[in-house]
């Protein structure tokens, strides 16, 4: 029985795919330069930064503050398509794709540089 169970755990361990096969997002910065944040600050935090500067400019009026999504947009974009949406090499999509999470803020907010991409309406 136990052997039976081992063996079905290393052929499980077998068919799983390797980190290896999985393609590294394309973190590309179209415009480098200095970031408002550090970037693993903005890796594990620029959801908690953008929705905090959501409340701002919504209850306070506060607009093209230094979190704010077209700031992203204007350093992020493509240089190509002038998105970061649209393609597994832009920048925001790449990083959702890779880590299997939704990106949804442009369902709602769709920037000059984002209407070109095909972002949804």
């Not at 081992?6 to 499980?12: D, G, K, N, P």
């Not at 590294?24 to 890796?43: F, L, T, Y």
């Not at 306070?60 to 240089?79: M, T, V, W």
């Not at 090499?89 to 990083?95: D, H, I, L």
Request: with cysteine; aromatic share 4%.
């Amino acid at each position: 029985m136990r052997h039976r169970l081992l063996t079905c755990l290393a052929l499980a361990c077998l068919a799983m795919p390797t980190l290896a096969e999985v393609p590294k997002p394309a973190v590309a910065i179209a415009n480098p330069g200095q970031c408002v944040a550090p970037a693993d600050v903005m890796r594990r935090n620029h959801m908690d930064l953008l929705k905090h500067q959501r409340d701002r400019t919504l209850r306070q009026g506060e607009r093209g503050a230094k979190y704010s999504l077209n700031a992203c947009i204007e350093c992020h974009a493509s240089k190509e398509n002038g998105s970061v949406l649209g393609a597994r090499e832009n920048f925001c999509e790449s990083c959702h794709s890779y880590i299997a999470v939704k990106l949804d803020c442009f369902e709602c907010h769709q920037p000059k540089a984002v209407k070109t991409a095909g972002a949804r309406p």
